[in-house]
């Protein structure tokens, strides 16, 4: 069984910068894929970015550029590193994780377990 628990999310103003932290208990993040999603209130829950066993990420266009995932092993934690944030970003955030997808591998549509989520509320 894996256990995400965000923090991290808050009100800002447009153009400020966040970072979200998802800790995993249960498994090391390194043997899970992982991911970040959002939703919008009267919106469907969207991909934001995607993490690798192996490393590599990906992130969606309208984030691109603005947002990064990454890990860190050491301390089982992957994070959402937010700049140049837009009231469009408002969401609520949610971690994601996969088990068993291949080292170089995206979870897709499989993921597993979920996070809580962390409110994001950005302001003009």
């Known amino acids: 069984q894996v256990q995400l628990v965000e923090h991290g999310g808050g009100s800002v103003q447009a153009g400020a910068s966040l970072r979200l932290s998802c800790a995993a208990s249960g498994r090391t993040v390194s043997s899970l894929g992982m991911g970040w999603f959002r939703q919008a209130p009267g919106k469907e829950r969207e991909s934001v970015a995607a993490?690798?066993?192996?490393?590599?990420?990906t992130t969606n266009a309208d984030v691109k550029g603005r947002f990064t995932i990454s890990r860190d092993n050491a301390k089982n934690t992957v994070y959402l590193q937010m700049n140049s944030l837009k009231p469009e970003d408002t969401a609520v955030y949610y971690c994601a994780a996969c088990l068993g997808v291949g080292y170089i591998s995206y979870c897709g549509r499989d993921y597993t377990y979920w996070g809580q989520g962390t409110q994001v509320t950005v302001s003009s």
């Open positions: 993490i690798t066993r192996s490393g590599s990420s």
